[in-house]
């Protein structure tokens, strides 16, 4: 069995109808263990407090079987902040999907988040790690795969017209992260 553990963003109180949410049920009615939680204050996020949140939830996924982690937005810039720091070791997770980081441009405008600002991108990734963003996403102008895929030396799915691959660009159901979370070899598309 694998166990999935999925992380929100700024600003994102699990609705329904994102993606995230879609997929938790789905990976959940196929037998799989999923950790979805409300992370602590999601309009206001103190980076040390979602670092504790991140380390309890990773360190409560059963021992045994794969273990994936898909971050969201400021949560794929909380997982770059907690390996930075050492949080996260080889073999804490199996795979990693980061979707749509917001670059350090647009993060350090909001004082809510100022403190997720990534990284210095000078780290090994342990475990493989996939990059999947917007071509035009407005939370990172600058491209997230010259932001983040080539520095971290990760592959990356540019998808055209995703946008911040959230509700307001349409990603309620996305058949093909779910076929990722199946088969890592899966291509990651946008949704039909």
Request: proline share 10%.
């Amino acid at each position: 069995m694998t166990a999935y553990l999925i992380l929100h963003g700024w600003e994102n109180h699990r609705p329904e109808k994102h993606w995230q949410y879609w997929l938790a049920d789905r990976l959940t009615d196929l037998g799989h263990h999923v950790a979805y939680p409300q992370l602590p204050d999601p309009d206001d996020p103190g980076l040390d407090t979602w670092l504790a949140e991140l380390t309890r939830h990773l360190g409560a996924l059963p021992a045994t079987g794969e273990r994936v982690v898909l971050a969201h937005s400021a949560s794929a810039l909380l997982w770059l902040h907690a390996v930075s720091r050492g949080l996260v070791k080889h073999g804490s997770a199996d795979r990693v999907l980061l979707v749509s980081p917001p670059s350090a441009s647009v993060v350090v405008r909001h004082p809510e988040i100022a403190a997720f600002a990534p990284p210095a991108l000078d780290f090994t990734l342990p475990g493989s790690t996939r990059l999947v963003a917007g071509d035009d996403d407005p939370y990172c102008p600058e491209g997230a795969r010259e932001t983040f895929g080539e520095p971290l030396g990760i592959a990356a799915d540019i998808l055209p017209g995703a946008a911040h691959l959230d509700l307001d660009a349409g990603y309620g159901a996305w058949p093909a992260v779910l076929d990722w979370c199946l088969d890592p070899d899966a291509r990651i598309t946008p949704r039909p």
